[in-house]
């Protein structure tokens, strides 16, 4: 089972910087992509980053120049580097993990607040 565990998330000024932090305490099942989305207060989740295990990655064109994602050394986890952050950047922050066979899983979420 996958069990996917973030951190890194608080407040922030706007253009300062944070990293979020995910990984899986599980029993480190193959996973095929990591990625990050978001929800902002009142609105739909939507896709930040993702990465593939060939280190392949795409972006949302909001967050291009601005945020890197990026696999950790240890199995299963991934970063993501956030800088220049706006007050549009303020969300709930999710990881999120899908297996070479298709199961998807996701974090409890960290809170990212960007505000002055």
């Known amino acids: 089972q996958v069990h996917l565990v973030e951190s890194g998330g608080g407040l922030v000024q706007p253009g300062g910087s944070l990293r979020l932090s995910c990984a899986d305490s599980?029993?480190?099942?193959?996973?095929?992509?990591m990625g990050w989305y978001r929800q902002p207060p009142g609105k739909e989740r939507e896709l930040v980053a993702t990465?593939?295990?060939?280190?392949?990655?795409k972006y949302a064109d909001s967050v291009k120049g601005r945020f890197t994602i990026s696999s950790g050394n240890a199995k299963n986890t991934v970063y993501l580097q956030m800088s220049s952050l706006k007050p549009e950047d303020t969300a709930v922050y999710y990881c999120?993990?899908?297996?070479?066979?298709?199961?998807?899983?996701w974090g409890q979420g960290t809170q990212v607040t960007v505000s002055s």
């Open positions: 990465i593939t295990s060939g280190g392949s990655t």
């Open positions: 599980g029993t480190a099942f193959s996973i095929n992509a």
């Open positions: 999120n993990a899908i297996t070479w066979i298709g199961a998807e899983y």
